[in-house]
């Protein structure tokens, strides 16, 4: 692989200054010469003019956060970094490679979750180019390779988690949206490496079930949250019987038969696991009347 080497070209305002110099006075000189009818001095101003003329030919700009790739006759010869005029050898080739950050938002991408559900997804990545000679040289065109990369790891990705998961341990696109943004970056990383480009940010930014299961999916959804949430109350409502029934014996405050504690935990059931607000019945009798 063709590795990025830094080099620095001649500062350009004082070798514009020089040229336009020796322009100048070899303009003058074949001026006086022509007066002097010297072919000899005619001569020599004119390749100095013409030397003078083609040199200037090898001042470049290079802007903040950019970089200008050498090539001398296909070679690859270095890169310049350093903002400003600059001047290197006239016959170098100059290409452009901005290293600015950059964002890129993929297509809204139609794949099957790791359940096999329908979903469409879509995400955001923020990356910049780090070493201009492998993204010049070891891809044919770094922006359409960071596109297409990327838009394979997020395929990757939705395939690898479910849509969504009601258990707090598991990982799921739609819950734990830190650890697959964590993953969506490194696998895009792995994948962009090779032509030197750094994914800094990536996140998913459109999550939803495909449009003909969305209806489904959201009854299903809706089912399993409900099915959470019922084994959430039925557990902490048997832990409150459980402890009503044995502060009760504890403190000796009344003692009830198999029977009646039955009764007594079915009641607490209905009041603590009913969806509806239950209707007081005061007992004036007694616990058997």
């Known amino acids: 692989m063709i590795r990025e080497r830094q080099v620095n070209a001649l500062p350009g305002l004082p070798v514009l200054l020089v040229l ?12 006086d010469a022509a007066q002097d009818g010297s072919l000899t001095r005619i001569l020599i101003c004119v390749i100095a003019t013409i030397v003078a003329t ?3 030919a090898g001042l470049f700009v290079v802007n903040p956060n950019e970089a200008k790739v050498l090539q001398l006759f296909g070679a690859y010869s270095g890169t310049v970094k350093n903002p400003g005029l600059r001047w290197a050898n006239p016959f170098y ?27 469409e997804i879509a995400s955001v990545v923020v990356w910049r180019v780090v070493d201009t000679a492998e993204a010049v040289f070891e891809v044919d065109d770094y922006n359409n390779y960071v596109k297409v990369q990327t838009e394979a790891a997020l395929r990757n990705l939705a395939t690898s988690y479910t849509y969504d998961a009601h258990d707090e341990h598991t990982i799921s696109l739609r819950g734990t949206t830190q650890v697959v943004a964590d993953h969506l970056k490194k696998e895009i990383q792995d994948r962009l490496a090779r032509a030197g480009v750094e994914a800094m940010e990536a996140r998913i930014s459109h999550l939803a079930y495909a449009p003909e299961i969305a209806h489904a999916m959201l009854q299903r959804q809706q089912a399993g949250a409900i099915i959470a949430a019922r084994s959430r109350i039925v557990e902490g409502a048997v832990g409150m019987v459980e402890m009503a029934l044995e502060l009760l014996s504890k403190r000796d405050i009344v003692t009830l038969d198999n029977e009646r504690k039955a009764a007594m935990v079915s009641n607490l059931l209905v009041v603590l696991c009913g969806d509806k607000s239950t209707q007081p019945i005061i007992n004036t009798g007694t616990i058997y009347q």
Do not use: C, H, W
């Not at 336009?20 to 001026?31: F, N």
């Not at 950050?101 to 099957?112: C, D, G, Q, Y």
């Open 93 to 119: 080739t100059k290409k452009r490679v901005s290293q600015r950050v950059r964002n890129f938002e993929s297509a809204k991408l139609k794949v099957n979750d790791n359940e096999g559900n329908p979903i």
């Open 54 to 56: 083609f040199l200037m």
């Open 20 to 31: 336009i110099a020796v322009d100048i006075t070899a303009i003058y000189g074949l001026v």
